[in-house]
């Protein structure tokens, strides 16, 4: 119930593509959507979040989908470029009154070719 | 933008020392929270830090682990005894309620 399922492990894409990330939750409590961006030896910083009352949301090249019912959630990366390589972990954060701790993915490891 | 500060950024220990890793979270921030990732794992939580005390803690988050806020900025983990398997990187982040802040984490080498 606590667990975010994140897929796939790995992705190699070429520049300018589309990357695309996926998660799946059991939770419905779960109120807050975050990805992360991490590379080697960083900490997590954040990219993008979505709220379960919106079904999308899109920054710059990032969009997050979001279906509700399925209890699935997406980043989709267009144009990807090299800088985009590192690591990427969805989450959810589980609202509980005093707590509003995040539980993560297993994380992607995304590498853009040039 | 305001950032979590971590020190040190590694720390080699000799099993069974104790160590004490530090954060400076975000002034306004109102939660606080320790994650640890081991090498090429997920990040998993520790324990959150609301209103002066601990609001919740993981499994993970046994006696040999304590956090104190001693001074209203500052926000420590202590490992009383290390273990090999306590070797990962450690994370703190701080939230006001919405967001989080992480920290760039201190390298924790247990040897």
């Known amino acids: 119930q606590q667990q975010v399922k994140q897929s796939p492990q790995s992705l190699i894409v070429q520049k300018g593509g589309i990357s695309i990330i996926n998660c799946a939750y059991e939770n419905t409590a779960f109120d807050y959507f975050p990805w992360y961006q991490q590379f080697p030896g960083k900490g997590p910083a954040l990219?993008?979040?979505?709220?379960?009352?919106?079904?999308?949301?899109?920054e710059g090249r990032f969009t997050i989908s979001f279906n509700k019912s399925a209890k699935q959630f997406s980043?989709?990366?267009?144009?990807?470029?090299?800088?985009?390589?590192?690591?990427?972990?969805?989450?959810?954060?589980?609202?509980?009154?005093?707590?509003?701790?995040?539980?993560?993915?297993?994380?992607?490891?995304?590498?853009v070719q040039p | 933008e305001p950032e979590v500060t971590q020190t040190p950024s590694h720390q080699v220990t000799q099993m069974g020392q104790e160590v004490i890793l530090r954060c400076v979270p975000i002034s306004n921030h109102l939660y606080f929270y320790w994650y640890r990732q081991i090498l090429g794992q997920k990040v998993e939580f520790l324990v959150s830090f609301y209103n002066n005390e601990i609001s919740e803690k993981s499994e993970i988050f046994d006696d040999q682990f304590s956090v104190e806020r001693p001074d209203g900025s500052n926000f420590t983990l202590?490992?009383?005894?290390?273990?090999?398997?306590?070797?990962?990187?450690?994370?703190?982040?701080?939230?006001?309620?919405?967001?989080?802040?992480?920290?760039s984490g201190t390298r924790l080498t247990v040897v």
């Not at chain 1, 990219?47 to 899109?58: F, G, T, W």
């Not at chain 2, 290390?82 to 989080?100: N, Q, R, V």
């Open chain 1, 75 to 111: 980043l989709h990366i267009m144009d990807s470029q090299p800088g985009d390589s590192a690591t990427y972990f969805c989450a959810a954060r589980g609202y509980g009154g005093a707590t509003n701790k995040l539980i993560f993915g297993t994380g992607t490891l995304l590498a």
């Open chain 1, 47 to 58: 990219l993008i979040a979505i709220r379960p009352d919106v079904s999308e949301k899109k």
């Open chain 2, 78 to 103: 202590k490992i009383r005894s290390t273990k090999l398997e306590d070797s990962a990187m450690y994370f703190c982040a701080s939230s006001p309620a919405w967001g989080y802040t992480f920290g």
